[in-house]
């Protein structure tokens, strides 16, 4: 209940509410109560709420404040008809309802004292002066008025006793308009406002319409006057509801439940209320309620809306269960009411997988869910194999390895492979009846495949997974699984390799065992790092060849050329080969007016593009400029405005070798040659290297086949995956981009496939240089093979260079 309180002060009149308390009072500067006479900052008292209940608090202890005619020395709490006086001032406090009414005014006491009655005339004369005739009968009346004074004279002396022992009694009750019933004996006398009560037990029964009643005993004893103090309280209103259609309901207020009385009706306290009103299989209603109260019957009429929908079933086959959040509803065909929000539905029919569907529903809003086919309950598939730890695929689904118990679709025809590395794979059809159980074993037999095998040096033993083999070499028939050979030799460093043949496709392997001597100067070579940086910022690795290799190509090699003659080298000599190729940024350092230019409407000139359009000498020249950096020997020559290599060739930077470049290409990592710089065949299946692509399909003629690799011209060096990736990082742009100047001149070989030749640097003298590594013009296959050989004696808009020194 919230009250307003209307101020009638010095002020004028003013109107607080209970969330502007306290009130203080003292002068105007408070804007609360003013007393006259009192200084602007001066604060007398406060009125403040504690529980709902208001009281008085002095806030100066020298100020002399009386509450209902007793000193105020602390708090006081107010109630309807007290009155506070301050001063000459009196402040009185009246409760009406929802309004407490607070008046000013001033107080002044009568302290004169009461005046003594003036003396009577006398009507009668004396007796000496009246008429003998008049004398007798004014005897007899004299006694008649001794009889009447003594008389009153006992009258007054037993009210006076009656006074003395009586106690002044004085109820005050809120609302004033209550009735009092004083009950006792004897019995009280109303006086003046107050009751004369004798000592002794009395009971007060205090009653008004819409209040409850109250009933008091009293313990009187004689003393000074009593006052007794009672606040009736409200009787709440009598609320009904009357649901449509009638249900039972829920009432809520203030999100606290308020249950029906023994007479039906809800019991709420007047003023506005906030109702919500629920029901189990209705939606939830708020209103708002102005409630009468003191006892008053309101009535209240309700149209109730429905919290469900009607949702319809249906199921192939019929008469299938249907379950609504565990409950079960009904059999298909089937339309239910479902209350409203987010269900589990199972739809269930033995002999046939339950269907769990999840469905939202929404109040008035039908719908039917669709059809559900029933599917037949799974049958069991017991399945083993010889040997075990075969891998099971049921079509193109893998459920794991053999043996393995599997739960599938019953009335379905089912295909199953079973497949292990090193075995044949076997297949079976079957079909499974509902709750069928059908055990299988399947049986796998052994898988072999053929390799060639070619160890070196002769006289090596060779054992395969851990049993000595009678051969050493040449054509081995082995398990199509992993296989562990170890080849061995006394004096040589024994190597274990894994071998994973492939049924029907042949595959070489070479092996080469190190001696404990060559181990030994390996071990030496280790301390030579394994990446060195450039004086430019060049990254390079170190390579170690550790076999010989067979450059060229076979006759049968398609897109072979006829330069591509076989030819058996060895490289003994450790070098080092840059990662990447030499940037427009990197040879601008050296020749800063150089530029790479454009071609078929591609500009080549970007910092990270590789340097085009450069000779053989400017390369060689660059790779002088960068020993000088370092205080490297010099690797080239400049004789009559060429370039020559220096004999025998030192440590500085050069150009690779081919023989070089061929090995890192086909061999690095790799135990054969390699035919592509990428894994499989032609064309590339993925972005791999900058070639001859749709990129460029306006201009040239031979075209990778549906490639795209993003570039016209060339591309920033390393934008595609290294070939051959290494610990170090790997080398990139060996397929495409820029093709390389090589160090050789160049020349053909034919006739010396079995000729091996150690280190070779290529003739002395020649036109012409070689060119290795095809660029962004080529997309043949001829052009894209790791074998192919070019040559030019000047620069191209497609050609650049790497750089390479020897490492020791």
């Known amino acids: 209940m919230s009250r307003e309180y209307y101020i009638h002060d010095a002020s004028g009149q003013r109107k607080l509410n209970e969330l502007e308390l306290p009130i203080r009072v003292g002068g105007k500067k408070h804007n609360g109560i003013v007393i006259p006479g009192v200084a602007a900052d001066k604060l007398l008292a406060i009125i403040a709420l504690a529980d709902g209940h208001a009281y008085i608090q002095p806030a100066d202890a020298m100020a002399s404040i009386f509450h209902n005619d007793e000193r105020l020395a602390d708090s006081a709490w107010l109630k309807s008809g007290d009155r506070v006086q301050i001063g000459d001032n009196m402040i009185s406090w009246d409760v009406q309802g929802d309004r407490v009414l607070i008046n000013v005014q001033q107080h002044k006491l009568d302290i004169t004292r009461p005046r003594p009655p003036k003396q009577a005339r006398q009507l009668v004369p004396p007796v000496d002066e009246l008429p003998v005739s008049e004398k007798a009968p004014l005897a007899s009346e004299h006694k008649g008025l001794k009889r009447s ?10 009210l006076a006793a009656y006074l003395l022992v009586a106690t002044s009694v004085v109820v ?11 009950k006792g004996f004897p019995p009280a006398i109303s006086f003046g406002g107050a009751r004369l009560v004798f000592p002794g037990n009395y009971s ?48 809520f207020v203030d999100d606290v439940e308020v249950l029906v ?29 102005e409630v009468t109260g003191f006892g008053a019957e309101q009535s209240l009429d309700l149209s109730l809306v429905p919290a469900w929908a009607v949702v319809s079933f249906s199921s192939v086959p019929a008469g299938a269960e249907v379950t609504v959040d565990g409950e079960v509803v ?18 269930h029919k ?18 039917s869910v669709a059809e559900v086919q029933l599917e037949p309950v799974d049958g069991t598939l017991v399945l083993s194999s010889t040997p075990a730890g075969a891998s099971i695929l049921i079509g193109d689904k893998f459920l794991g390895t053999t043996p393995q118990t599997l739960q599938l679709a019953a009335e379905s025809e089912h295909h199953l492979r079973l497949s292990k590395s090193g075995y044949i794979a076997v297949e079976k059809v079957f079909t499974l009846a509902a709750e069928e159980e059908l055990t299988v074993m399947l049986s796998l037999g052994i898988e072999y495949a053929t390799v060639f095998l070619n160890i070196r040096p002769s006289g090596s033993s060779l054992s395969i997974n851990g049993k000595k083999s009678d051969k050493s070499g040449g054509r081995i028939r082995l398990q199509t699984r992993k296989n562990t050979l170890k080849v061995s030799k006394p004096g040589y460093i024994s190597k274990t390799l894994s071998v994973t043949p492939r049924a029907g496709v042949s595959q070489n392997i070479e092996v080469q065992l ?19 940086m450039t004086a430019a910022g060049q990254k390079m690795e170190l390579i170690r060849p550790a076999d010989k290799l067979k450059m060229g190509a076979s006759r049968r090699d398609a897109g072979r050329r006829a330069n591509e003659s076989q030819r058996l080298v060895e490289l003994q000599r450790p070098f080092y080969l840059a990662q990447y190729e030499v940037t427009n940024l990197d040879f601008s350092q050296f020749k800063p007016a150089h530029n790479s230019g454009s071609a078929d409407s591609a500009m080549l000139n970007g910092n990270t593009q590789p340097v085009v359009n450069v000779s053989w000498d400017d390369a060689a020249r660059y790779c002088n400029w960068l020993s000088k950096k370092e205080g490297l020997p010099l690797a080239y020559t400049e004789v009559s405005g060429h370039m020559q290599a220096s004999t025998p060739m030192n440590t500085g930077y050069r150009l690779p070798s081919e023989a070089e470049w061929t090995w890192v290409a086909r061999r690095q990592g790799q135990l054969i040659e390699q035919r592509y710089p990428w894994q499989g065949l032609y064309p590339p299946t993925t972005k791999n290297g900058n070639y001859a692509d749709a990129q460029i399909a306006d201009t040239l003629a031979d075209i990778v086949p549906a490639y795209d690799d993003g570039y016209r011209g060339t591309a920033p060096v390393g934008s595609y995956p290294p070939w051959p990736a290494t610990s170090a990082g790997g080398f990139y742009d060996f397929g495409g981009n820029a093709a390389e100047w090589m160090h050789d001149h160049y020349a053909v070989y034919p006739g010396e496939a079995a000729r091996l030749v150690v280190d070779p640097m290529g003739p002395p003298t020649g036109k012409h240089h070689v ?24 620069p191209r808009a497609d050609l650049g260079f790497r750089i390479a020194r020897y490492a020791e």
């Open 172 to 182: 005050k009750v809120e609302p004033a308009a209550a009735e009092v019933d004083f």
């Open 771 to 794: 060119v290795r590594g095809s660029s962004w013009r080529h997309g043949s296959i001829s052009e894209l093979r790791l074998s192919y050989r070019d040559y030019s004696a000047k």
């Open 261 to 289: 009385n023994a007479g039906g009706h809800y019991e709420l306290q007047r003023g506005t209320q906030l109702l919500q009103v629920e029901s189990v299989r209705y939606l939830p209603q708020q209103l708002e309620l």
């Open 330 to 347: 009904g059999m298909t065909p089937l339309q239910v009411e479902i209350l409203q929000g987010q269900h589990e539905i199972v739809i």
């Open 350 to 367: 033995p002999g046939f997988k339950k269907i769990t569907l999840f469905r939202s529903v929404e109040p008035g809003v039908d719908f």
């Open 514 to 532: 190190v001696s404990e001597k060559q181990q030994q100067a390996m071990a030496k070579a280790a301390a030579t790092p394994s990446v060195k």
């Open 204 to 251: 007060v029964n205090i009653s008004a319409k819409g209040y409850q009643a109250v009933d008091a005993s009293l313990d009187i004893n004689m003393g000074p006057p009593l006052e007794f103090s009672y606040v009736l309280a409200e009787l709440p209103g009598l609320i009904s509801l009357k649901p449509d259609p009638t249900v039972a309901l829920q009432l």
């Open 149 to 158: 004074v003594i008389v009153i004279v006992s009258i007054l002396v037993l």
